[in-house]
């Protein structure tokens, strides 16, 4: 076979030398230009390897028919690139004159230049697609066997599908490989594209949830393989797994806040009612002792009594503003519309002592109507304008400067944000949310009176109005609260069974 080297070599169509078996013994370097495999990818496997499941038994039968043949016989098949993808393809071939040895050319089939070129466009255009699809695209034969994939699946190269045996269910969890067969036979079978869901088990142990598309491949009416288009679902499912589970706390967490809540406004209403009775006895008797028995009393009889009085006072102070702060929570919205101004108008009325004693001055913008409860936005006015009287600096006669503007969202005002400002002691920024807890003073009695209620009353009207309040202050330099009130309140959809 000497004289044939020069030629076996030199011959731009890949050929190859095979064995009584079909098995690949030589090949020449044009494979790797043509199909792109090396020779040595291909000595010592069965050329069958390289055509379609279908076709292969057909190459059998020719190759046995060319031991009786006279002169080359040609047959018209498939071959497999390196890609996977496979090629229409002429084979010819001849057995060896001194041996069972056969020689085979292979060439691609066209039927013209035009044709060709046509038809490579097409594919690369194809090639585009898939590639820059973020979906695998799969496409394998009627055994499962894996032709194409556009991408490689994390840890599982490439060459270990294309071409394998029943490559297409390699990737899938082996409990989800039953299912998957039964749908592969059933599309296969029908001709019919299922959409499902399915586990891909990775080789590092993990688990990934894809959806999926099979559907068939048809030649004319007849079903040649499979594709299977499928995405990635497993950050989704994860997403909407914790999502889910962080609703189940919150919901539970909600139910126990109300429970709390509950519970927390049932024993501040009892216990501030159980609280006045003996609260009111101590009241009753420190004043007839007074009355009664002052002149008796040494003059420690007398501080003791006095002392007894004040804290008997302070004490119905506090329960009173518990109930009032409990009432908040309990009592239902009532929102109308509400003057601002008439309020502010009402609530100076009632500082006025207070304010003249104090030469206060209160500077108000006008303020719109809004949708609100008005004993609730009385107290709003009353407890902040208290405040920006009492905490005033030494020898400074008060100032209160009251503001208002109207904040538009999607070109509609739906905000009110009012500033009520003075020019007090102002308050150390390390301190600006601790003021708005209940029972919270930064000062002791003795030197500003009060509960230390105000502030959260405050903080709680606003939240049950869906506003917000907060401060905004430095120690010794005035002081300016700034509440956001809805200009009109939420409608509460009823509910229809």
Partial sequence: MSYLEPIFAMNLDPAVLLDAQGVVTRANDSWTPAFGHSPNDLVGKPLMGLLPPQEAEHLGRWLGELKAADGPQSLHTSV???????????????????????????????????????????????????????????????????????????????????????????????????????????????GETLTYETQVLYPDGSYGTFESRLGPIFDGPTVTGTILVTRDLTRQRQAEEARRLAEQQIREYTVQLERSNRELERFASVASHDLQEPLRKIQAFSDRLRQKYEELLPEPGRDYVNRMQEAAKRMQDLINDLLMFSR?????????????????????????????????????????????????????????????????????????????????????????????????????????????????????????????????????????????????????????????????????QQQHV
């Fill in 80 to 190: 497999r690139t390196a890609t996977g993808e496979y090629r229409l393809t002429h084979l010819r071939a001849t057995r060896s004159p001194d041996s069972d040895a056969i020689w085979l050319i292979a060439r691609e089939q066209w039927l013209a230049d035009h044709e060709r070129d046509h038809l490579r466009q097409i594919g690369h255009r194809w090639d585009a697609l898939v590639h820059c699809l973020a979906d695998f695209v799969v496409t394998s034969d009627l055994e499962g066997s894996v032709r194409t994939i556009n991408r490689e699946v994390p840890g599982i190269p490439t060459d270990q599908l294309v071409g394998r045996p029943e490559s297409m269910f390699t990737p899938i969890a082996p409990e989800e490989r039953p299912a998957l067969r039964q749908r592969f036979e059933h599309v296969v079978r029908t």
């Fill in 328 to 492: 908040l929570t309990t009592k239902e919205q009532r929102h109308a519309p509400v003057n601002l101004n008439k309020i502010l108008t009402a609530v100076l009325s009632d500082l006025e002592v207070r304010i003249e004693e104090n030469e206060a001055k209160i500077e108000a913008a006008p303020l719109p109507m809004i949708e609100a409860d008005p004993m609730h936005m009385r107290q709003l006015f009353q407890n902040l304008i208290s405040n920006a009287i009492k905490f005033r600096r030494p020898d400074v006669a008060p100032v209160v400067t009251i503001t208002a503007e109207e904040l538009p969202k999607q070109a509609r005002p739906t905000t009110l944000r009012m500033r009520v400002s003075d020019n007090g002691i102002g308050i150390e920024s390390k301190y600006h949310e601790r003021i708005f807890g209940i029972f919270e003073r930064l000062h002791s009695r003795g030197k500003y009176e009060g509960t230390g209620v105000g502030l959260a009353v405050c903080r709680k009207i606003c939240e049950q109005h869906g506003g917000a309040i907060r401060v905004e202050s430095d120690a010794g330099q005035g002081t300016t609260f700034v509440v956001e009130l809805p200009l009109r309140q939420e409608r509460k």
